[in-house]
């Protein structure tokens, strides 16, 4: 009997850990407020002039059944994709090179042959965050408009606080891959988690979160 309950403690231990969202720190890394809210992504020139070899966004989704889209469209739909959850106060938007924004909260984006795949760092000083660069390289990653969609997303969700998730359906943080170019449930709790509208927002615990239907 002692056996079987702690082999029942161990995988509700094992699963508590391994599915919801996960966090760098329980305060969002920017300082970003209601009355700040925003923060802004900014791709360099060689970004925005790349051309997807295959465009695979499902019909299903707003870009899906146009045929093509491009990287300016793209970024501003993932950006879109963060900016509507309704219980975060979070706002991204897409600017140009040369625009007067606070430059303390800016993600700059830029395409790099000396990386592999795709990386998200975020700057600090002081304990809070002062800007992050995200670098992708060639690849699927950038050939096909989907998976790039899903890296983007990823490693943008690290620019804001987030962690890898252990689990493979339900968050596009996953450590398994990116099935998922779209923000899942255990996403918007993490993001609510760190900018929330509310008190309420962040009362969930980092380990925690709902499993709900994935999107396409």
Known sequence: MMKKTKRWFMIFVI????FGFRVMKKENPWGLSKDDPVLYVRPCTAALSHNFKT?????????GGSGEATMLEVLESVASDFTSIESSFLQIEVINEGDTVNEDHVVDFCISANKSGGSGTLEWHNKTAKGC???MSGGD????????????AHELGHCLGLLHAQDSKHSVMSYFGLDRFRLQMDDKMGVTYLYPNDSVGNSEEPTFGLSCSPRE
Do not use: Q
């Not at 465009?55 to 870009?63: A, K, L, R």
């Not at 990653?141 to 983007?152: I, T």
């Open 15 to 18: 699963c508590s850990f391994s």
């Open 133 to 135: 660069e995200i670098e």
């Open 55 to 63: 465009f695979d966004i499902p019909d299903s989704d707003e870009f």
């Open 141 to 152: 990653h950038l050939d096909a408009s989907r998976n790039f969609a899903g890296l983007f």
